[in-house]
């Protein structure tokens, strides 16, 4: 039986092809823009020679881009090129279809699990959820201007919280405010993306730093008629990238990036997930620009790693250092009273250029 939304999502792609072609001027363009090779020509003169086949040449680009072209663990070396090849980036992320399978396996797959360990050096544990997400509505697929407009206008986040509720509740949204508060020069009057919110909490929170605009990317799609609250899932953004390159100021992310590729949410599997995510962070900032990017860790030190399938990683040195390439951390704020292993720790990275 063929899979509509998979369908769907491969007319995305061949729409992504057409789009690129578009914006970097031909196909050969396209193939020099991502760093690839290609079998059918040798040179742009002759692929601009060439006629266009969406098809045959988006499969040619996207079959290569296996995760070890854009990301490898390591000290980053393969992980971030110098310079990133941004545009290969979006083009994984646009063919970044929801998992085929369904449920997602209850332990991490033997072919894929020395990547997921690091080379065994990832302690594992076990809490398995099936979650299916990616590719649907949120689970809040439209947010309300009014109350929105509420949230804004209360007088502390108590009170905020009775308009949008906080996802992790008043200990966490207080310690969120607090340290947008040390950095709000990052984004008083400024624009950025938030990564992963089912609710519009940290959006709000943003907005009450002062932020003008952020931009949610979010598996489900959700609905926004708020001026100062855009929407759009992971394929649309890396569409948009494609079509009109643009930057922003800041991101922001809060227990989001520990899922990636877990299939938990019914994503993809994909062992480096979290990785890519902080690449493509990079590629959205300015030069300057500020990643606000909450991490959960076993203890106040993050002194350990572990993979906790599917439910989520914590992260210690191993994996923060690969998650960190390209970044200059700035400063590390410890929730006083959220609790570790219920909250996540913000470090506040900025993109050096």
């Not at 799609?221 to 948009?240: D, E, K, V």
């Not at 990238?241 to 590729?261: C, N, Q």
């Not at 960190?324 to 470090?347: L, M």
Request: hydrophobic share 40%; net charge neutral; glycine share 8%.
């Amino acid at each position: 039986m063929v899979n509509l939304h998979h369908l769907a999502c491969a007319a995305a792609l061949i729409f992504g092809a057409y789009a690129a072609m578009l914006a970097f001027g031909s196909p050969g363009a396209v193939i020099m823009a991502t760093g690839l090779p290609h079998s059918r020509s040798s040179g742009l003169e002759q692929h601009q020679q060439t006629p266009f086949d969406p098809v045959t040449d988006i499969t040619a680009i996207t079959s290569r881009l296996q995760c070890g072209d854009v990301c490898a663990y390591g000290k980053g070396r393969a992980w971030m090129p110098s310079p990133p090849q941004c545009a290969l980036v979006w083009l994984r992320l646009l063919s970044s279809c929801p998992a085929t399978a369904w449920p997602p396996p209850k332990e991490p797959p033997p072919d894929l699990l020395d990547a997921y360990t690091m080379g065994g050096q990832i302690a594992r544990g076990e809490w398995f959820f099936q979650q299916r997400y990616s590719g649907k509505q949120a689970f809040a697929p439209t947010w309300e201007p009014a109350s929105l407009d509420a949230a804004l206008r209360a007088p502390d986040v108590q009170e905020m919280s009775k308009h949008v509720q906080p996802s992790y509740g008043l200990s966490v949204a207080s310690y969120v405010e607090e340290v947008l508060s040390k950095h709000r020069s990052a984004v008083q009057g400024k624009a950025g993306i938030v990564w992963g919110s089912e609710r519009p909490w940290a959006e709000v929170l943003l907005a009450r730093a002062g932020a003008a605009h952020t931009t949610t990317i979010e598996y489900g799609r959700i609905t926004s008629a708020h001026p100062r609250f855009t929407t759009a899932t992971p394929p649309g953004l890396a569409a948009l990238m494609i079509t009109s390159p643009r930057s922003w100021d800041f991101a922001f992310t809060y227990s989001s990036l520990e899922h990636s590729g877990l299939g938990r949410y019914g994503d993809a599997l994909n062992p480096w997930g979290d990785m890519e995510a902080a690449v493509q962070t990079w590629c959205l900032l300015k030069p300057g620009g500020i990643f606000f990017l909450g991490l959960p860790c076993k203890d106040a030190r993050c002194s350990q790693d572990e993979l906790v399938w599917n439910a989520h990683r914590f992260y210690g040195p191993l994996r923060l250092e690969e998650v960190f390439t390209g970044y200059e951390v700035i400063d590390t704020v410890r929730p006083a009273n959220a609790g570790i292993g219920k909250a996540s720790v913000i470090h506040v990275l900025r993109k050096p250029w």
